[in-house]
């Protein structure tokens, strides 16, 4: 996770999970979740799951959503549970996740 503060500034490249802009940012920026705080400056571009710009935030640049179906496959598993009965039968007890 990478904050800019009120009076922080980076320019350049950066990847991260979450990048948090309060202060400027200028570059290019590859995140899983970006914000752009009130008063915070995004120039540049993005590629992001979640983008978030508040109210009185300035953004310029281009912004494009990362395709989560393709980065993340989902597997069809399964958990067994054991449950027991009030006669302390052993019954199975499955569930896709």
Same mark, same amino acid.
């Given at each position: ?27 290019? %920026? ?6 752009? =705080? #009130? ?8 590629? +992001?799951? $979640? &983008? ?22 989902? %597997? ?6 054991? =449950? #027991? ?8 007890? +499955?569930? $896709? &996740?």
């Amino acid at each position: 996770m990478v904050v800019i503060g009120k009076r922080g500034k980076i320019k350049g490249e950066l990847k991260a999970d979450k990048l948090v802009v309060n202060g400027t940012f200028e570059g290019s %920026a590859d995140c899983v979740k970006v914000d752009v =705080l #009130t008063d915070g400056v995004f120039n540049g571009d993005v590629v +992001s799951e $979640e &983008l978030t710009i508040e109210a009185k935030a300035k953004f310029q640049g281009q912004s494009r959503i990362r395709n989560v179906a393709n980065s993340k496959t989902k %597997a069809n598993t399964q958990t067994k549970v054991p =449950l #027991t009965s009030a006669k302390s039968k052993s019954l199975e007890f +499955s569930k $896709e &996740l």
